[in-house]
């Protein structure tokens, strides 16, 4: 049973770049929420889909935008990306009603 | 606003004994507090999680206590081992965690010593 997958492992972007993460959850769940954690920080929470809606947002600028598809897999794009943004993000999947979030390993972002 | 402040920020530990990480919560409406284990280069993974029903739960080698009144919560480590070094991260959210974003404390960096 595959857990929660991220894609890709790491990314180089340059300022002003767009960029778009993905992860699949893990099988069975169908909610993904979305969590950015810089260096030596615990996890902040960006955005939470499910039913393919956005359900639940952090404080994050409209910068930050997702999308889940039918199959639960979800995406995460960052337009005009900041140095600001590097960091490593990550993607959490549960089943709506369960309390249990399982993370992916997450990408690292690095905006030169 | 940080809502979960977590101490220590960092933590060394003798093999065998006993590692304790504190963690205080502002928002009442929370409801859920797990605690996450992360290892370099990886994502967090659940280690144990209480609802404020209950005072402590354990889990082997690893107890939460909590405190509603105080609105406090703490991870115990019992016989600590070299394999127990990593980040961990208390974490608070309402509505369950599956309905609701986690909002995490800064992390606490154990080292067990051999």
């Known amino acids: 049973d595959a857990g929660v997958t991220q894609s890709p492992t790491h990314l180089i972007k340059t300022r002003g770049q767009q960029v778009t993460l993905r992860c699949s959850p893990k099988?069975?769940?169908?909610?993904v929420s979305w969590y950015q954690q810089a260096l030596g920080q615990g996890p902040q929470f960006i955005f939470q889909?499910?039913?393919?809606?956005?359900?639940q947002r952090g404080n994050f600028p409209d910068r930050f935008s997702g999308h889940q598809f039918p199959n639960y897999s979800s995406e995460l794009n960052v337009n005009a990306l900041l140095l600001g943004d590097s960091a490593l993000y990550l993607c959490?999947?549960?089943?709506?009603?369960?309390?249990?979030?399982?993370f992916g390993q997450g990408t690292r972002l690095t905006v030169v | 606003q940080q809502q979960v402040k977590q101490s220590p920020q960092s933590l060394i530990v003798q093999k065998g004994g006993i590692s304790i990480i504190n963690c205080a919560y502002e928002?009442?409406?929370?409801?859920?507090f797990p605690w996450y284990q992360q290892f370099p280069g990886k994502g967090p993974a659940l280690l144990i999680a209480i609802r404020p029903d209950v005072s402590e739960k354990k889990e082997g080698r690893f107890t939460i206590s909590f405190n509603k009144s105080a609105k406090q919560f703490s991870l115990h480590i019992m016989d600590s081992q070299p394999g127990d070094s990593a980040t961990y991260f208390c974490?608070?959210?309402?509505?369950?965690?599956?309905?609701?974003?986690?909002?995490f404390g800064k992390g606490t960096h154990l080292i067990i010593q051999p």
């Open positions: 974490a608070a959210s309402s509505m369950g965690g599956g309905a609701d974003g986690l909002t």
């Open positions: 928002n009442t409406a929370f409801d859920y």
């Open positions: 959490a999947s549960s089943l709506a009603g369960n309390t249990e979030a399982f």
């Open positions: 099988s069975g769940h169908d909610t």
């Open positions: 889909y499910y039913e393919e809606e956005e359900r």
